[in-house]
């Protein structure tokens, strides 16, 4: 049975978290890779709307098996709250979640040192939320950080913790003037969280090769999108983590050679949240219709989103960096309306057109984006749930964009709601 990864092809906010609730139908386990609870996925069924943070997507599905790997970084107070949150919706966590025991802590010197960054004092400006994600990653490969595991010892904690302490105030104190809480208050909050965390904790490295052993469909879900991948991502406004597919493999203990499929989810038109660089990106009227229409607002911080036209360059660089078998084009409702629709085929640059995503940040930040353009449809698409009932426009706008990218949808999302979808094919 296929062990498959779903990856998102933008700047994050394409909709995975809709999709992976989708497809967890038909899946045993569904198993977050990377992250931290700066991402936020929104699914909505029976006119409800939920967004989770820290949680797989599946966990709506009765009896399905919710993972949280090692390349997850946990915020206790936050990972706490969002289990007493879908236990109040009467959504049973006991025997379905798995935290593994080797994923990094985030302790409140690591938000600190995030909001002193983004706050001036000579450093860069990249948007982040804040929320200690990065100091967080960047003690795991210092080899400072505080590991789930960690939390069966208490006096190794203690002990552990203690270091870290007297090093972070030093350093926060000196570059921001930031006073950390009183040393036993920070560790009695984190015993606060200590008994409910140690309850879901395992190998899940064992675990997961179990479930492949057994013959399980696995489904294993990324945060945020390609191109904030720290590694092949629009770098320096990126994440901490790799985004991208081969994320699953280390941020699981999953092999690639048992990765059977790696889907990948798309926008209809392009978002992004926080600094960086944005090529399609609108600054008129039709950039605000989008975001209006669509609703385009950041599900964990609120932030409203950067709108833009499609942007295939980006696109293909995700389907060829991902190994993407098939898409999934998302929002393409918020469409409807627009009499001309544009997508960027390539980057100009001082003469250059480049069809390929550059590394360089001088080119993406100045380039302009060479456009096709497309007619648009005035009839509604919202709600459509088989794809000859779409208008002929959209039809040929959805096989035009899979022809730029060379890859074939294998669903279309027509709304928020689980039934607000056209299947083209089957995932599994």
């Known amino acids: 049975m296929p062990v498959v990864v779903v990856v998102g092809m933008q700047w994050g906010d394409e909709g995975k978290g809709k999709i992976i609730d989708l497809l967890a139908e038909n899946v045993d386990v569904v198993a977050r890779y990377q992250g931290g609870h700066n991402a936020g996925h929104t699914i909505c069924f029976n006119e409800k709307q939920f967004v989770l943070h820290l949680i797989p997507s599946g966990i709506f599905h009765e009896n399905k098996l919710c993972v949280i790997g090692n390349g997850v970084v946990l915020d206790p107070q936050a990972l706490v709250d969002e289990m007493r949150q879908l236990e109040e919706t009467g959504v049973n966590l006991e025997g379905r979640l798995v935290i593994s025991d080797r994923a990094n802590i985030i302790m409140p010197y690591h938000g600190t040192s995030d909001k002193g960054r983004e706050s001036g004092g000579g450093f860069q400006k990249i948007g982040t939320t804040g929320r200690g994600i990065g100091p967080s990653y960047a003690d795991k490969i210092a080899r400072a950080g505080i590991r789930a595991c960690d939390l069966r010892d208490e006096a190794y904690l203690k002990d552990r913790l203690q270091a870290n302490y007297q090093e972070k105030q030093k350093i926060l104190n000196s570059l921001y003037g930031s006073e950390l809480p009183e040393f036993n208050s920070l560790f009695d909050e984190l015993l606060s969280y200590r008994e409910t965390i140690l309850k879901y904790i395992a190998d899940t490295h064992i675990l997961m090769r179990d479930q492949i052993a057994l013959g399980k469909n696995i489904l294993c879900e ?64 039709d950039g605000e219709r989008l975001g209006k229409v669509g609703h385009e607002f950041g599900a964990t911080t609120g932030r409203a989103r950067r709108c833009g036209w499609f942007d295939a360059v980006v696109a293909r660089y995700g389907v060829h960096l991902n190994g993407i078998d098939a898409l999934v084009l998302t929002k393409i409702d918020v469409l409807d309306g627009f009499k001309t629709i544009k997508v960027c085929t390539g980057y100009e640059y001082k003469g250059k057109v480049f069809p390929d995503m550059p590394a360089d940040p ?50 279309v999302s027509t709304g928020p709601d689980r039934e607000q979808t056209i299947q083209l094919e089957s995932a599994f």
């Open 222 to 285: 990324g945060a945020q999108g390609t191109m904030l991948d720290v590694d092949h991502g629009t770098y320096p406004f990126v994440t901490s983590s790799n985004s991208t597919a081969g994320g699953a493999c280390t941020g699981l203990g999953i092999p690639p050679t048992k990765i059977d499929k790696a889907f990948g989810v798309i926008k209809a038109y392009t978002t992004r949240v926080g600094e960086g660089p944005f090529p399609t990106e609108l600054f008129d009227g």
């Open 362 to 411: 001088e080119i993406l930040q100045n380039c302009k984006p060479v456009y096709a353009e497309f007619e648009g449809w005035s009839e509604s698409t919202v709600g459509i749930q088989d794809f000859d009932r779409l208008p002929e426009n959209a039809k040929r706008y959805i096989q035009q964009l899979s022809d730029l990218v060379e890859t074939p949808f294998m669903m």
